[in-house]
């Protein structure tokens, strides 16, 4: 399998949901998934499982993992906390989720496949479909994500994700696309 590899670093007070969406679309990633994952956060929000409710704690947390998919239709992302204690939570990641000091983040992304988020009747969710691509129509990235300390010296509000008109509202989004 062929794939590519986008590093990037999030910022304290920077949306982690939004903003892994945002490098997706930013770069054009079709096929993208989670790698690894170190940093923390001073606020969650989460679903947990079989549950429609959204959960806000406070922290701060170390995230000890974060996993899921990433596509243009959206994303299914699932993550585990830890508090100083060392108790942990865990639970599907929503829009809100805020970044404490900082996230290291390595996206995969697949040369192979394209992911598609399509209602599922039998769930009632946007499920994952993956389409093989041909391996003659296997595309060459389009891009490499910008270096956090490149892009981030703080955008102005117009550029940043988290503030962008074509944002929707955290209720709205969270509400449409319920992981």
Do not use: W
């Given at each position: 399998m062929?794939?590519?590899?986008?590093?990037?670093?999030?910022?304290?007070?920077?949306?982690?949901?939004r903003?892994l969406?945002h490098?997706v679309?930013q770069?054009?990633?079709?096929?993208a998934?989670?790698?690894?994952?170190?940093?923390?956060?001073?606020k969650?929000?989460?679903?947990?499982?079989?549950?429609?409710?959204?959960?806000t704690?406070?922290?701060?947390f170390?995230?000890?993992?974060l996993?899921g998919t990433?596509?243009?239709d959206g994303?299914?992302?699932?993550?585990?906390?830890?508090?100083?204690t060392g108790s942990?939570?865990?639970?599907?990641?929503?829009?809100?989720?805020?970044?404490?000091t900082?996230?290291?983040?390595?996206?995969?992304c697949?040369e192979?496949?394209?992911?598609?988020?399509?209602?599922d009747?039998?769930?009632?969710?946007p499920?994952l479909?993956?389409?093989?691509?041909?391996?003659?129509?296997?595309k060459?990235?389009?891009?490499?994500?910008?270096?956090?300390?490149?892009?981030?010296?703080?955008?102005?509000?117009?550029?940043?994700?988290r503030?962008?008109p074509?944002?929707?509202?955290?209720?709205?989004?969270d509400?449409k696309h319920?992981?």
């Amino acid at each position: 399998m062929n794939m590519n590899l986008y590093p990037i670093r999030l910022h304290p007070d920077a949306d982690l949901r939004r903003d892994l969406e945002h490098a997706v679309a930013q770069n054009k990633l079709e096929a993208a998934f989670i790698m690894s994952v170190v940093g923390s956060l001073k606020k969650a929000r989460l679903r947990m499982a079989g549950a429609s409710e959204i959960v806000t704690v406070e922290g701060p947390f170390e995230i000890f993992s974060l996993g899921g998919t990433l596509c243009s239709d959206g994303a299914h992302l699932h993550i585990g906390l830890s508090d100083r204690t060392g108790s942990c939570i865990g639970g599907h990641l929503c829009y809100g989720s805020i970044i404490y000091t900082t996230a290291e983040i390595v996206i995969g992304c697949s040369e192979h496949h394209i992911f598609k988020r399509i209602h599922d009747q039998e769930t009632g969710y946007p499920e994952l479909v993956i389409e093989a691509l041909q391996p003659t129509r296997a595309k060459a990235p389009t891009s490499t994500l910008k270096r956090a300390d490149e892009n981030d010296q703080r955008e102005s509000s117009e550029s940043h994700p988290r503030t962008s008109p074509e944002q929707p509202d955290l209720k709205t989004e969270d509400e449409k696309h319920p992981f």
